[in-house]
């Protein structure tokens, strides 16, 4: 088993260094050959020239430096493409994750596809940091039905053939257990130790909070229909247009049989609206659809994802 490790790093110019020495610490003590990829994400201080002068005195690292910062997500994305081993471990570059329980994520994906690290113990401040990830947790884990206590967590390890399955945008790094679920992999969660930050400053912030509202809409939006749309929309459009139909139909029979006016009640225009709504919905999932098919068959894109296969086509 070959290992790789990604780190995206983003103006930690005082962190690199120790950052690699525990690294290399740790990963000297395992019977493996591994690889650090360490991305710069456009770091405008001396994060990159640190890094240059880390992989000239140890082979075993490679820098990819990014001409901008395009954000932890693209950082990780980088680092995926040009991994070349079994497994995949990621982490952040701030040394708040340690790099010792990099063993116990290896030692449980021999029996699973995907270990997630969980900083139950987590120093950080609780008002802006603890609070809002302990309910966005509980929120990804009851929106996507995958229970996780910490999808914020950045030590995670993967087995190569799940990582190289997947395309990371936005801020989709953090949900890469709830899509990978949608291939069928196992996932294990392992209690990990989170450090205080000692030098530098803090990328995360309230702000992000709307960024991963909507990209867990997407999330789950990709689980749930991106293969089959039209099943999604119609049956709510047909319910709106059956009831807008039963509406109109009441109003017609009262017109004709009781002679009362109609023009100008609101159910009359409640019931035009639930019709137009019900064409509409129906035909977004007539377009998505063909939206789909046009994405899967330009990319020949399957929409299954083979595990083993046994016989004479497997030799």
Not at 208 to 231: E, G, M, Y
Not at 237 to 255: A, C, E, H, P, R
């Amino acid at each position: 088993m070959t290992l790789s490790v990604v780190i995206p790093v983003y103006n930690e110019e005082e962190n690199v260094q120790m950052l690699h020495e525990q690294l290399k610490r740790v990963l000297d003590t395992l019977n493996t050959e591994y690889e650090i990829i360490l991305v710069d994400d456009g770091s405008s201080d001396r994060t990159l020239s640190l890094l240059e002068e880390i992989q000239r005195q140890d082979n075993n690292v490679m820098v990819l430096s990014l001409r901008r910062n395009f954000g932890q997500t693209a950082a990780f994305a980088a680092g995926f493409d040009f991994a070349q081993g079994d497994v995949v471990v990621t982490m952040d570059g701030d040394l708040q994750n340690d790099p010792s329980d990099i063993p116990k994520l290896i030692e449980l994906i021999k029996d699973n596809d995907l270990v997630s690290g969980w900083r139950k113990k987590r120093k950080d401040p609780f008002l802006s940091r603890r609070l809002p990830s302990i309910l966005a947790n509980w929120l990804i884990s009851n929106v996507t039905g995958v229970k996780l206590h910490d999808y914020g967590c950045s030590l995670k390890a993967y087995r190569r053939e799940v990582i190289k399955n997947l395309k990371l945008y936005g801020e989709m790094h953090r949900f890469i257990p709830a899509v990978a679920s949608w291939y069928g992999v196992r996932i294990a969660e392992v209690e990990t130790t989170h450090h205080p930050r000692l030098h530098g400053k803090s990328k995360y912030g309230i702000s992000r909070t709307v960024k991963v509202v909507l990209d867990l809409i997407t999330v789950k939006f990709l689980q749930s229909v991106s293969t089959k749309p039209i099943q999604f929309f119609g049956p709510v459009g047909v319910l709106s247009g059956f009831l807008g139909f039963l509406i109109l139909f009441y109003l017609t029979f009262d017109k004709l049989f009781f002679g009362h006016d109609i023009g100008g009640r609101p159910l009359l225009l409640l019931g035009a609206l639930l019709i137009i709504v019900g064409i509409q919905l129906i035909g977004m999932g007539l377009l998505g659809e063909m939206l789909v098919r046009v994405y899967h068959e330009s990319q020949r894109k399957p929409i299954y994802v083979i595990k083993k296969i046994l016989g004479p086509e497997s030799k």
